[in-house]
Nanobody, 121 residues
């Protein structure tokens, strides 16, 4: 099972990024998916999650209204569109897969390697 997150980079405050997570080795369409992030010196925190069908989504308050999680089951890929980025969004972003969409890390069995997002002020 492989989850590969990509799409991070350096962006100015107010800018946008779209993160992608490509999944292989699993039946992607049956998994809930999520994004977590970890800033330097901080614990990893929940960002967003999406059910296997894409019909249910969850967002952390810190990104709600600025981010959209989506998935394309035909492409085995999940996305996180982030707009109006702030310096406090700077972190390594991880994608994860599990049986049910939840906001806690323990709900997810498989993790990607992370992609760095840096927002400059």
């Amino acid at each position: 099972v492989q989850l590969q997150a990509f799409g991070g980079g350096l962006v100015q405050a107010g800018g946008s990024l779209r993160l992608s997570c490509a999944v292989s080795g699993r039946t992607f369409r049956s998994d809930a998916m999520s994004w977590f992030r970890q800033a330097p010196g901080k614990e990893r925190e929940f960002v967003a999650a999406i059910s296997w069908s894409g019909k249910t989504t969850y967002y952390a308050d810190s990104v709600k209204g600025r981010s959209t999680i989506s998935r394309d089951n035909a492409k085995n890929t999940m996305y996180l569109q982030m707009n109006s980025l702030k310096p406090e969004d700077t972190a390594v972003y991880y994608c994860a897969a599990g049986p049910v969409a939840r906001t806690t890390e323990t709900a997810y069995l498989y993790w990607g390697q992370g992609t760095q997002v840096t927002v400059s002020s």
